[in-house]
């Protein structure tokens, strides 16, 4: 099983930043696929951003040019910065783990971290 613990997350300004991160921890094999997800209330789960077990990145466009997604391989971390924070980027923050399809292993979720942006 993999456990994944999210942190970072807290009340800020309008403006401001915040960087998440995300300990991965135990059976990691096949691992690939590491990412954010957002939801706010009454609103459905949405993907913020991801980062291959190569370092290719993708964002969601609400938040390209403002989050940055990085990954330590070495410590099974991934990070969220998050700069230019909105009032509309306000949600529980959670991270995710995709396997290699041959492992046919399910994804696996963190217990979510909150994010609240004051306008």
């Known amino acids: 099983q993999v456990q994944l613990v999210e942190s970072g997350g807290g009340l800020v300004q309008a403006g401001g930043s915040l960087r998440l991160s995300c300990l991965a921890s135990?059976?990691?094999?096949?691992?690939?696929?590491m990412g954010w997800y957002r939801q706010a209330p009454g609103k459905q789960r949405e993907l913020v951003a991801t980062?291959?077990?190569?370092?290719?990145?993708s964002y969601a466009d609400s938040v390209k040019g403002r989050f940055t997604i990085s990954r330590d391989n070495a410590k099974n971390t991934v990070y969220l910065q998050m700069n230019s924070l909105k009032p509309e980027d306000a949600a529980v923050y959670y991270c995710?783990?995709?396997?290699?399809?041959?492992?046919?292993?399910?994804?696996?979720w963190g217990q979510g971290t909150q994010v609240t942006v004051s306008s």
């Open positions: 135990g059976n990691l094999a096949g691992l690939n696929v």
């Open positions: 980062i291959t077990n190569g370092g290719t990145t």
């Open positions: 995710n783990a995709d396997f290699w399809p041959w492992t046919s292993r399910p994804d696996a």
